[in-house]
Nanobody, 119 residues
Framework: QVQLVESGGGLVQPGGSLRLSCVASGSGFSIYTMGWYRQAPGKQRELVATITKGGNTNYADSVKGRFTISRDNAKNTMYLQMNSLKPEDTAVYYC?????????????WGQGTQVTVSS
């Protein structure tokens, strides 16, 4: 019913940058709040940043000032610009979206994209 597809992960040196993208689709649904989450090996999945349909944003303290979340509602696409990357940012990054239609809403997850920060 709904689908989220991430792209843009990869290997980058400390201090480098990456831009993640997430394309959402869902017949009959409108997409509201979207967010990026990450999960490092042996750790729980954690919030990175969220953005509402109106553009209000929220960030984890660990990424404030380095990461920027944005979205293009016309393209149903969300982005995460990651600057000044650190080794501790290494994780699988997941896209999440709240899909709504008359009668209810559902939450969808992407398959994840690996981000590795290493020299």
């Amino acid at each position: 019913q709904v689908q989220l597809v991430e792209s843009g992960g990869g290997l980058v040196q400390p201090g480098g940058s990456l831009r993640l993208s997430c394309v959402a689709s869902g017949s009959g649904f409108s997409i509201y709040t979207m967010g990026w989450y990450r999960q490092a090996p042996g750790k729980q999945r954690e919030l990175v940043a969220t953005i509402t349909k109106g553009g209000n944003t929220n960030y984890a303290d660990s990424v404030k000032g380095r990461f920027t979340i944005s979205r293009d509602n016309a393209k149903n696409t969300m982005y995460l610009q990651m600057n000044s990357l650190k080794p501790e940012d290494t994780a699988v990054y997941y896209c999440n979206g709240e899909f709504r239609r008359v009668g209810g809403s559902i939450s969808g997850w992407g398959q994840g994209t690996q981000v590795t920060v290493s020299s």
